[in-house]
Structures are given as C-alpha cells and as structure tokens.
C-alpha cells in the first residue's frame, strides 16, 4: 500500500498571483534572448563595418560567424545549468542565466571599433557572444521546466506557450527597434554609433528581469526534493 508523502503534503500547489508572476519572470528571460538575436540578425551590417577591417569582403561572414557561435554553444549551456537548477533551484539558475544574458549583449554596445583596438574587437565580440549563448541554454530549458513544475496538470500546455509568446515578442522587438533605427537615423549615424543602442537597451531589460524573477518563488516540486 502506498503511504502518503508528508513533505508533499506539508506543501501546497502555487497560488494564481504565483503563478502570474512565474509566467511573467520565464516569458521575459525567452524575450531577453530572442531580442538579442532580433538586434544582432538586422544590425549585422554596420556590426560588420565598426568591428571587423573596412576593406574586408568577409567582414559580414565573420559577423554571421558571431552569430552561430551563441546557437554552436547552447548545447553545452544546457549541460551545465540543467543539473544547476536540479541542486539549487530554478528561481537561482534562471537570475544567473538572465543576468549573464543581458550583460553580454549590453557589452557588445560598448565595444571598441576595430579602428581603435585592432583584432581584439572580433575576438572580444565572439568572447561575448559565446557567454550569451552558454547561459541561453540554460535560459529556454530551465523556465520551460520551472513552467511545467508550477502549472496545475490541466492547465500545463496553455502556461507553457507563454514561453513562446516570450519568444516572438522579443525576437519581434529587437528587430523593430534595429529598423526604426536605421530608417530614423539613416547609414552614417547607424555606422557611427546607431547600431549601440539596441545592445544598451538589453542592460535595463536584464534589471527588469532579474527583478521579476527575485519575486519567484521555487517550484512544489523543487521544495518537496529539498525537503
């Protein structure tokens, strides 16, 4: 006969208010994500003109290599924040992955031209985009998880395409705010210093972010293992 866990039982389910607020916190960290990709797929351009040599034909190639890398290392990402999350939590994993995230974006804003550093500005931007990716694979794999822990049995597949929701608005976002900037400020001024901004703008989502998430609460699930 099986008996009843009373860990299991001393625990209740989230409340709706906890819920909301872990929907919010996963769907945010996937916008985070995806804006970076939105921003850097639409500026590859004029990343290529400041960061690689001018009179190189394959300086938008090198930058598309950028691009690659952070999808190349995600795997490994995922080996290392899964188990992460499984010993000290989601809440804790998931403030990690999105500070990381955003920190890396909102450096590669702040990069030196190629003009002033040389070879260091391709080699500091790949660096960059490597960090962005590892704590990615953590980022998609750790919310889904935290969503499918939290959410009630009949309401798990609709909690969990919020995720994606997360997705698309920041992948949407990113290239909307590359585009009304290219189209407001025009070439010279992107080529200039136009093309920072999207990347600084990922530093206060990053806070907004981190903030959602330190008001999350660790999953039933993670609490009862604990215990």
């Given at each position: 006969m099986a008996s009843a866990n009373p860990s299991s039982a001393a625990i209740p389910p989230p409340s709706d208010a906890v819920l909301r607020r872990a929907i919010g916190?996963?769907?945010?960290?996937?916008?985070?994500?995806?804006?970076?990709?939105?921003?850097?797929?639409?500026?590859?351009?004029?990343?290529?003109?400041?960061?690689?040599?001018?009179?190189?034909?394959?300086?938008?190639?090198?930058?598309?290599?950028?691009?690659?890398?952070?999808?190349?290392?995600?795997?490994?990402?995922?080996?290392?924040?899964?188990?992460?999350?499984?010993?000290?939590?989601?809440?804790?994993?998931?403030?990690?992955?999105?500070?990381?995230?955003?920190?890396?974006?909102?450096?590669?804003?702040?990069?030196?031209?190629?003009?002033?550093?040389?070879?260091?500005?391709?080699?500091?931007?790949?660096?960059?985009?490597?960090i962005q990716g590892f704590s990615t694979g953590g980022e998609y794999g750790g919310a889904a998880t935290l969503m499918a822990e939290d959410a009630p049995d009949p309401r798990r597949g609709l909690f969990r395409r919020f995720l994606q929701v997360g997705t698309l608005a920041g992948f949407n976002g990113g290239a909307l705010l590359m585009l009304g900037l290219i189209t407001t400020l025009g070439d010279d001024t992107m080529n200039s210093w136009g093309w920072r901004v999207p990347f600084l703008v990922a530093g206060p989502l990053g806070l907004v972010g981190m903030y959602l998430r330190s008001k999350m609460e660790d999953t039933p699930v993670f609490r009862e293992l604990e215990q």
């Open positions: 916190a996963s769907a945010i960290g996937n916008a985070v994500e995806w804006f970076d990709y939105g921003i850097y797929a639409y500026g590859t351009v004029y990343i290529a003109n400041a960061l690689f040599p001018e009179n190189s034909t394959n300086a938008v190639l090198f930058t598309l290599i950028g691009f690659a890398l952070s999808f190349l290392i995600r795997p490994l990402g995922g080996i290392f924040w899964g188990p992460l999350g499984d010993r000290i939590g989601r809440k804790r994993v998931l403030a990690m992955t999105i500070i990381l995230m955003a920190s890396a974006t909102f450096l590669v804003g702040l990069l030196p031209t190629y003009a002033s550093i040389g070879i260091a500005a391709p080699i500091l931007l790949y660096i960059l985009r490597i």
